[in-house]
């Protein structure tokens, strides 16, 4: 999932991922696709090892319409990076790429699992705890 | 005025195609009732339509049954019989009366237009016929169609009655109601006659007089003559209006009845769409709701992770904040070693090289440990401790899915439900309906707008301070002036004697009018009290303008239900014929329309009792074949007829 781009400022989320985000915004349900990128990292954190290093392996390709998100815009005060440097295992293979895949794997976990015409939070939230 | 309906025949009229019969109970009798029961749709309502037909010449409708081949039975039509007739029997005054009204196209026409057909009418007294003029006005004589209301009425209009006595403008229609039965229109006549031939003396005075006071008085009264005559010709003209307006009210009603089943779907399907709406709206605010708490959501999320390793960390950072304070210590004895400059800090003498050295390897034996990452780690742990909530933000977000699906479901329900309804009903049908009670209320507008105008003008003309009061004050000062002066003109004397009789007259009308109010009130309150059913104190008052009210125990106003409106109404009815000798029959068409069961019972008892003769013509739902209802006036029945409808274009009366 790795392209030749500068430093990660911005972790780019596959289209379909992107526009699924667009069109659940323009439906009423989320107020900002940022909320719910975070929310998928965060339930992606608790995935295997191997799953999530699969997504990071992934290419991806703004050429094809693979779409950025500002790291800033997420990760507002550090929160985010500092949930995963404690909660996503290896701590060496932190980096702003495995943001962008555990954001990529969860978005796609919550839009294939946990959402049916409105988002499944309580769903969400036991998929969470079962895997604590 | 003593009146009995015998029998009504009927030859392809409308539903009933070919003869059909119906002979009514014979009055004077215990069993004065006739009861003809039908579905709706079925012919009841073509039955009181004949009547007025054979004696008016038209149904009373206003915008169908009308034209000949909307009378004219469809399946006669069909087989090119274009011959319709109704004949009524009945008793006036001990004299056999035969009516007859036929309308018939003449020989060779196969294909008929309604300008095709001649009228003809004929009356038969015993054994005698009557001819060319006198036809019409012997039915005038006998039943009047101003007051054929008082025996021959919609019970869905029954309300009217009532309405004629609970506003001003109503007040004056119960008055000229009472004229009507009183005949005080020809007294009027003569009143108006009077005023014409007044009005033309005055001038003829007015042009020979010298007096400059008389001359301003009589073109005062000119005046307000010309006013008064305009003002009534307005009146005339505005209770026109209003007649054509209750009359298109009746249709549509009576349309609207036509549609009953239709009109159920359509009120079920305004139901269901309100509640679509209700619950759009709570589908709308639990998306609201989770479009909110969205936002916040992950921090929860988040919270819940960290909180699952709470202790872990808890522990991690005790044992680092040990570390560091213990790292911190020997930072502490470094500086002081630096500081001391090869002195001991506690006895001042001089550190030996040995003891320099010895005091140096410890100090980097404990200063091994970096607390930098320490504290950073530290500060981490702290961090996410301190983003723990305390509180259940998910809770919202937790509940509402299972809402809105529960709410989605039930609209994907109704939706069914809505298309269910709307196979039932036409689409056609609904719109027509619609257009109905639109017409409905443009005409209920139309009527309110006339009826301003008309109490507008009845205060302008018969207020206090009105043209009537203007022109009878010019009037005594007129016949002031004229007191002491010697009648030099034949003009004037006609003139004066015209004033007297005019005021004669109206007074006559003023003093007849008022006295059989009274009696009005008195048998009205008779009937009011046999059909309540509620064992209440209350009374019917017909105030001195003619208003009606109902009044309780300590004599306040009060307001009545719709069953009780219908009492009032009826009450009213039977006040009006009994104080102004109209004993006829009494036929009613759908006598309880808005009438509880309670209610029917009484009013039921009650009719029997009202009038010499009672036909009503009821639905199934009113009077339930062989119920408790029927059995209780069983005694009173002396015809009952079933109108059994074969199909759309053919009804039978059946006797039973």
New interface residues.
């Given amino acids: 999932m790795q392209e030749n781009i500068e430093g990660l400022k911005y972790i780019c989320l596959k289209l379909d991922l992107a526009e699924w985000l667009d069109s659940i915004k323009a439906d009423g349900n989320l107020n900002n696709a940022q909320d719910l990128i975070r929310t998928g990292i965060i339930l992606a954190l608790k995935c295997d090892e191997s799953v999530v290093q699969n997504k990071q392996d992934e290419v991806i390709s703004r050429n094809e319409g693979d779409r950025n998100y500002n790291t800033g815009d997420i990760d507002l005060d550090g929160y985010i990076t500092l949930l995963m440097k404690m909660f996503g295992g290896d701590l060496a293979n932190q980096s702003k790429y495995r943001m962008q895949a555990l954001a990529n794997l969860g978005v796609e976990m919550i839009r294939d699992n946990f959402y049916d015409e409105v988002i499944q939070w309580d769903k969400i939230e036991n998929e969470i705890k079962k895997k604590l | 005025m003593s009146m009995v309906f015998v029998e009504l025949k009927l030859t392809n009229w409308i539903p009933y195609s070919g003869d059909q019969n119906l002979k009514f109970n014979s009055a004077h009798d215990v069993m004065n009732m006739s009861m003809i029961r039908g579905q709706n749709k079925g012919g009841k309502s073509a039955i009181i339509r004949a009547i007025k037909w054979v004696l008016y010449g038209d149904t009373g409708d206003v915008s169908e049954y009308q034209r000949p081949l909307e009378l004219l039975n469809r399946d006669a039509k069909n087989n090119g019989d274009f011959k319709y007739s109704v004949c009524f029997i009945l008793y006036n005054e001990g004299k056999r009366v035969e009516i007859t009204r036929t309308m018939s196209v003449p020989g060779g026409v196969s294909i008929a237009k309604d300008t095709d057909f001649n009228e003809e009418l004929s009356i038969k007294e015993d054994k005698n016929y009557i001819f060319g003029d006198e036809l019409e006005g012997y039915i005038k004589k006998i039943l009047p169609r101003d007051i054929s209301d008082f025996f021959l009425f919609d019970g869905e209009m029954l309300q009217q009655y009532k309405g004629l006595a609970t506003s001003t403008t109503a007040a004056k229609k119960l008055k000229i109601q009472i004229e009507k039965v009183i005949k005080t229109p020809y007294i009027k006549a003569a009143r108006d006659d009077m005023n014409a031939i007044k009005r033309d003396l005055l001038k003829a005075v007015k042009d020979r007089t010298d007096d400059k006071q008389i001359d301003l008085l009589l073109t005062r009264l000119e005046e307000l003559s010309i006013k008064e005559e305009e003002c009534s010709n307005s009146l005339e003209r505005l209770e026109t209006d209003v007649r054509t307006e209750e009359e298109a009210i009746k249709k549509i009603e009576s349309n609207l009845r036509n549609h009953e089943e239709m009109i159920e779907i359509t009120k079920e399907l305004e139901t269901v769409k309100k509640r679509v709406t209700h619950t759009e709206h709570n589908v ?1 605010n ?3 709701i ?3 708490q ?2 916040n ?2 921090t929860y ?2 919270s ?3 909180g ?2 709470r202790s872990d ?1 808890e522990r991690k950072g005790n044992e680092l904040s040990k570390f560091i304070d213990e790292n911190r210590t020997n930072d502490v004895l470094n500086n002081l070693y630096k500081e001391s400059i090869g002195h001991c800090n506690l006895c001042h003498g001089k550190l030996t090289p040995e003891q320099k050295a010895h005091i140096e390897s410890k100090l980097q034996e404990y200063s091994t440990e970096n607390t930098s990452d320490a504290e950073i780690q530290l500060k ?1 742990i702290r ?2 401790l301190n ?1 723990i909530s305390n509180t259940d933000d ?1 809770e919202m ?2 509940k ?2 299972a809402s ?2 529960s709410n ?1 479901e039930q609209l994907h329900e109704y939706n069914i439900e809505i298309e269910n309804l709307n196979k039932q009903a036409k689409s056609s049908e609904q719109k027509d309906i619609i257009d109905l009670m639109q017409q409905k209320v443009n005409c209920e507008n139309e009527k309110k707008q006339l009826d301003e105008s008309i109490e507008r003008i009845f205060n302008e003309l018969n207020g206090p301070e009105g043209i009537r009061k203007a022109k009878k004050d010019v009037d005594l000062l007129y016949s002031k002036l004229q007191k002491d002066k010697p009648i030099y003109d034949r003009n004037q004397s006609l003139l004066e004697l015209c004033t007297k009789v005019e005021r004669t007259l109206s007074e006559t009308l003023e003093n007849l009018i008022y006295q059989v109010r009274e009696e009005i009130e008195e048998y009205a309150n008779e009937m009011y009290s046999k059909m309540t059913v509620e064992s209440s104190l209350t009374s019917l008052k017909i105030n001195e303008g003619f208003g009606l009210d109902v009044l309780d125990a300590n004599n306040e106003k009060i307001t009545t239900s719709s069953a009780g409106n219908q009492i009032v109404a009826m009450s009213l009815l039977y006040g009006l014929k009994k104080a102004t000798g109209l004993n006829g029959p009494l036929l009613i068409d759908t006598p309880f329309a808005r009438v509880d069961l309670e209610h029917r019972q009484s009013m039921l008892n009650s009719y029997a009792e009202m009038t010499d003769q009672i036909i009503l013509l009821v639905h199934s739902g009113e009077i339930n074949e062989g119920g408790d209802l029927e059995k209780s006036i069983a005694q009173n029945i002396g015809a009952r007829y079933n109108i059994k409808k074969e199909s759309d274009t053919n009804s039978r009366l059946i006797r039973i």
């Fill in positions: 709308q639990a998306k609201d989770m479009k909110t969205s936002s959501a992950w999320l988040a819940t992770l960290i699952s390793r960390l981490d961090k996410l983003k998910l977000l937790r509402q899915p809105y699906y989605i």
